[in-house]
């Protein structure tokens, strides 16, 4: 089965720019997830969806991020204005979702974002 | 609270010798541990997934022991190749969609 797509796989911007990411996920997978992978860290998820609702967004920065998966399928996430400290790894994820056992998350590329 | 700790943070061998890395965990409740491999630039691949019953797992060279007692984990790497120099990550489910991550070992092999 194709992977999780994710664009652009880099991006370089300046502070208080915009910037938007795509991911489609493996198809039939309910549950999508954005994480933040700063250099040296672990990812830290910023929202998950479950089809096109959310699920958790608790550490999204909603200030400034935003995120949408409107038809359950493909999602993008936003960064407005960027800021230094959003230089990191934007990874997708996707898993079917629901309540399955060793649910399985598969993960994207990555889109490395670099604020100047 | 929920946790995932990782030792060391990073560590250097030789090709052609084995490590053993270190995941302690507080995740409450507990469903699976996975090992997941992170090269350079690429996102995080799934080697092996431990549940609460299995104390050991191998994936070729990786194999994977599971204390559920002490909620401990270690993933050992024999004869250890250059390609296997990436970032590794332990990851714990506490069920559905909910998972936990460490912050990584940082693996170098040098010829």
């Known amino acids: 089965e194709a992977g999780v797509a994710q664009s652009p796989r880099y991006k370089i911007i300046e502070k208080r720019q915009s910037v938007a990411f795509w991911c489609n996920p493996i198809s039939g997978h309910a549950t999508l997830y954005w994480y933040q992978q700063i250099l040296g860290q672990g990812p830290k998820l910023l929202i998950q969806?479950?089809?096109?609702?959310?699920?958790?967004d608790s550490q999204l920065p909603k200030d400034r991020f935003s995120a949408e998966r409107l038809k359950g399928v493909d999602s993008t996430l936003k960064i407005q204005p960027a800021k230094l400290e959003d230089s990191a790894v934007y990874l997708c994820?996707?898993?079917?979702?629901?309540?399955?056992?060793?649910?399985?998350?598969?993960f994207g590329p990555g889109t490395r974002l670099t604020v100047l | 609270k929920n946790q995932v700790e990782q030792s060391p943070q990073s560590l250097i061998i030789l090709e052609g010798k084995n490590c053993t890395l270190q995941c302690n965990y507080t995740v409450s409740p507990f469903s699976n541990l996975r090992w997941y491999k992170q090269d350079t630039g690429r996102g995080p691949v799934s080697l092996t997934i431990m549940t609460f019953s299995e104390n050991t797992k191998s994936n070729g060279r990786y194999t994977a022991t599971l204390d559920a007692d002490t909620k401990q984990s270690s993933l050992h790497i024999t004869a250890s190749q250059l390609s296997d120099s990436a970032s590794y990550i332990c990851?714990?489910?506490?069920?559905?969609?909910?998972?936990?991550f460490g912050t990584g070992t940082s693996l170098t092999v040098i010829p």
């Open positions: 994820a996707s898993s079917r979702g629901g309540n399955v056992s060793y649910n399985e998350q598969f």
């Open positions: 969806f479950q089809n096109n609702g959310v699920v958790d």
């Open positions: 990851v714990v489910s506490a069920g559905g969609n909910q998972f936990y």
